[in-house]
């Protein structure tokens, strides 16, 4: 795959060990004017992010060695670069195992090139909030810091989240008291239509009570309002 600088080419790392489906992709990805860096195993991948860096990650749930999920880990705790999982089928367990693994979304094979490409722009466009002009910005006793992604608590406690986890908290924050349901909070965090699957808010959102609340089974600020949507209170 080719490694040419271009600041005007986002960089995606392939994590794929299928050499026919890692090649395929590869040439589609580039193809819509993407650099890609494309490996057949995970710790070949996070060596050579380690390194260099990507702006997008695709992983394969089964891979040799460290399977997907582990791979995704790994990259969570070196950085915030989103993450696309890829899955054989669609198994409800699979995909919550990535999104709780801290991906930020996640496709099943065979999957459409078309909609696998606008996924990949929608979250790449999805860096950070639009007010990552300002150093501070605060909502109640919650402080959200868009420069490098971190909220802090009323206790003080400093949270550090994803990208996809930053924007949907901010979200919500922005909106303190209203309800906003799934979809709305798929098409204003995500930026494109999940047909309805709710998976992807919902695990989400049990990712930052985990990191907000101060007993995540008993929320004080992210409330659940049952056949409505959800809640940032106050």
């Not at 300002?134 to 420069?147: D, W």
């Not at 992604?149 to 009323?154: E, F, I, S």
């Not at 924007?167 to 098409?187: F, N, P, Q, S, Y």
């Amino acid at each position: 795959m080719s490694e040419a600088s271009n600041a005007h080419q986002p960089s995606i790392l392939v994590v794929e060990d299928d050499d026919r489906i890692r090649t395929s992709l590869g040439m589609l990805l580039e193809s819509e004017g993407f650099r890609v860096r494309a490996f057949p195993s995970a710790e070949e991948a996070m060596d050579a992010f380690d390194v260099h860096g990507d702006d997008l990650a695709l992983i394969d749930v089964m891979l040799p060695g460290m399977n997907g999920f582990e791979c995704c880990t790994a990259l969570r705790s070196r950085s915030d670069v989103p993450v696309i999982m890829v899955t054989a089928r669609d198994d409800a367990d699979d995909i919550v195992a990535g999104l709780e693994a801290g991906a930020d979304d996640y496709v099943t094979k065979p999957y459409v090139p078309s909609v696998l490409v606008a996924r990949i722009r929608a979250l790449l466009r999805r860096t950070r909030p639009e007010s990552e002009s300002s150093s501070l910005v605060r909502f109640g006793t919650f402080e959200f810091h868009p420069i490098n992604g971190t909220v802090t608590r009323p206790d003080g406690t400093v949270l550090r989240c994803t990208r996809t986890e930053f924007k949907l908290l901010l979200e919500l924050a922005e909106h303190a008291g209203e309800v906003i349901t799934r979809e709305d909070l798929l098409e204003r965090v995500w930026g494109y239509d999940y047909f309805g699957d709710s998976r992807l808010v919902d695990v989400h959102i049990r990712r930052l009570r985990t990191k907000v609340e101060v007993d995540p089974s008993n929320p004080r600020y992210l409330l659940t309002i049952r056949g409505r949507g959800y809640q940032f209170a106050m």
